[in-house]
């Protein structure tokens, strides 16, 4: 994530709470049960977004994970492809005499 990103969900963010706390005071509510609700979902969002960050690191679905295994199983396909048949014999060999 870029840095220009970050900054832009920090707004996105800043601005949801402040269109909660605006729709919330047009539904009726006072300026501060409206601020005091508008805080609890913005809680709840945070805690919510925490616990699928939480599960994504974990589970190890965070992109750095991802690129790493792509980049590993490109590179052990382009070394398998680089070998000769009678190198790929002798490695399908040594793999069958490990496994037995």
């Not at 409206?34 to 977004?49: E, F, H, N, T």
Request: charged share 20%.
């Amino acid at each position: 994530m870029r840095r220009i990103d970050a900054i832009g969900i920090v707004f996105g963010v800043f601005v949801a709470g402040g269109l909660a706390y605006l729709v919330l005071q047009l539904v009726g509510l006072d300026s501060q049960n409206a601020g005091i609700w508008s805080q609890a979902l913005l809680v709840c969002g945070l805690i919510g977004w925490l616990f699928t960050y939480v599960f994504r690191a974990v589970g190890n679905k965070m992109s750095y994970h991802q690129q790493r295994d792509e980049y590993e199983q490109a590179y052990f396909q382009k070394r398998l492809d680089e070998l000769s048949p009678e190198e790929l014999e002798r490695v399908q060999a040594e793999i069958e005499q490990e496994r037995n």
